[in-house]
């Protein structure tokens, strides 16, 4: 049988599985994201929220979605019809399919923008500018039409790559290599940012809590992010528990890949704020943020320039290990429930994704006009899929997990059969059934300003 359980590609053991995830999750989200929304959303009250909604909400639905898909052996459409079968479940499967495609299409721009920079890094073209200057090649280069594509192209097609090699050939044996290469870079970057003058401000800006600025928008924000920068809500994580080997454990899996994500992203805000406010630029600067201030922190540094070609290839192998892994979602759906191959569903989702990413790409050029609901292509792809898909399919599925699926059937899947103690189990049910339900669907409603 095609599709049996022994054939099934899987990861190699424990720690190519927390390569894989924690590659999913470290990514753009982190370097790129979080420390521009905590600049919109006014600093460190914004990180307490966001940490709030990480260990009540995130941490129990990644934990569910691990599971879940190593319990049923498949992907996020085919995990809830093996679990649930003839139950309208299914959908939210749709759902987390849906807001792969979204994420992807606006992901791979971001991502060949950072190519696009270890190009300019490469030639040198930071050297010797002012900040002004810095700030207005970013302008320019996104509102290009050519290049933004031609590098959003680029990236897709090494996702693609990747992803036709499969999960311990491609997905796992990349993530090991890069992952830890990418930490040593950002604690470079980090003792760089904190010893320029004037960083102490930033590290008010990041650490003392200004509550006022807390609207509920910002919480939703937080929610949002708190989804994105986990890889939650879109199967992603249930995609990979599929290729777990049932031997291993599941909550020290989840909380590793958690912290691992909530200390990168922060090392992330503490490489950036320092330098932004050493060097005066408005914290609230939006997506351009690391675009724009840190090759002006390169441009301080002695062999700045190569700091700089490190940090975008490192940024770009960042997002990497993140799209591979939205991709993998939609490749394991035409995979397993339309038995195409591997490398026809792979090249056909690249190029249909690719293309559908090319209004985000123009956002801020030939399209920046286009206006839905008051925004662009770029950040209303975001927006529905960051505030609206994955809050509701982590809604979905610590609900399946809480209520759905039998207690019995939850702990034999946390503790392998019974090998492994699951003490935490009755605070992971009431975080999977009551809390994180109750806050996912409150924030969502207050955001909707329905409540
Ligand atoms: N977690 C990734 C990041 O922080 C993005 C992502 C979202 C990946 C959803 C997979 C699923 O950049």
Redesign the pocket.
């Known amino acids: 049988m095609a599709n049996s359980v022994s054939q099934r590609d899987s990861f190699s053991g424990k720690y190519g599985f927390i390569a894989a995830a924690a590659g ?7 370097i790129w994201k979080f420390p521009y929304i905590t600049g919109v959303y006014g600093g460190s009250a914004f990180i307490i929220v966001y940490l709030i909604c990480i260990l009540l909400i995130g941490l129990p639905v990644m934990l569910s979605e691990i599971s879940v898909g190593r319990r049923a052996q498949k992907g996020v459409f085919g995990a809830y019809k093996t679990l649930a079968p003839g139950t309208p479940w299914f959908f939210s499967g749709y759902m987390g399919i849906a807001a792969a495609f979204l ?1 992807l299409s606006f ?1 791979g721009v971001v991502a060949g923008w950072t190519m696009e920079y270890v190009v300019k890094a490469l030639a040198g073209s930071f050297t010797g500018k002012n900040p002004d200057q810095i700030s207005a090649m970013f302008g320019d280069f996104i509102g290009q039409t050519a290049r933004p594509i031609f590098w959003q192209v680029g990236f897709m097609a090494l996702t693609c790559f990747i992803v036709i090699a499969g999960i311990k050939n491609g997905i796992e044996k990349y993530s090991k290599i890069l992952m830890p290469v990418l930490l040593v870079i950002l604690l470079m970057l980090c003792l760089r940012s904190v010893t320029l003058d004037g960083a102490s401000k930033g590290f008010e800006f990041l650490f003392k809590p200004d509550f006022s600025k807390l609207s509920g928008e910002a919480i939703l924000a937080a929610m949002g992010h708190a989804f ?4 939650l809500g ?1 199967g ?1 994580l249930v995609t990979y528990g599929s290729y777990l080997k049932k031997t291993e454990s599941l909550a020290p899996l989840a909380g590793q890949i958690t912290i691992a994500d909530t200390v990168i992203a922060l090392l992330a805000g503490i490489a950036i704020f320092p330098a932004v406010f050493a060097f005066g630029i408005e914290p609230a600067a939006g997506p351009g943020l690391v675009f724009v201030t840190l090759p002006n922190v390169f441009a301080q540094m002695p062999l700045g320039n190569i700091f700089c070609i490190l940090f975008f290839s490192l940024l770009a192998i960042a997002a990497l290990t ?1 799209s591979i ?2 991709l993998e979602v939609v490749v394991a759906h035409l995979v397993e429930d339309f038995k195409v191959s591997r490398k026809t569903a792979t090249l056909m989702m690249t190029l249909v994704i690719t293309l559908f990413g090319i209004p985000s790409a123009l956002s801020f050029g030939s399209l920046s006009d286009l206006s839905i609901f008051g925004l662009n292509f770029f950040d209303l792809a975001d927006h529905i899929a960051s505030n609206f898909l994955l809050p509701l399919g982590g809604l979905c599925i610590s609900l399946f997990v809480g209520w759905k699926m039998a207690r019995k059937d939850v702990a034999d899947e946390l503790s392998n059969s019974g090998a492994v103690k699951i003490a935490y189990l009755p605070v992971f049910l009431f975080l999977a059934r009551i809390v994180a339900p109750i806050a996912i669907a409150t924030v969502f409603l207050h955001g909707l300003k329905i409540i």
């Open positions: 999913s999750a470290i990514g753009l989200g982190n994420i992901y994105f920068s986990l890889s879109m992603t993140s892994s939205i």
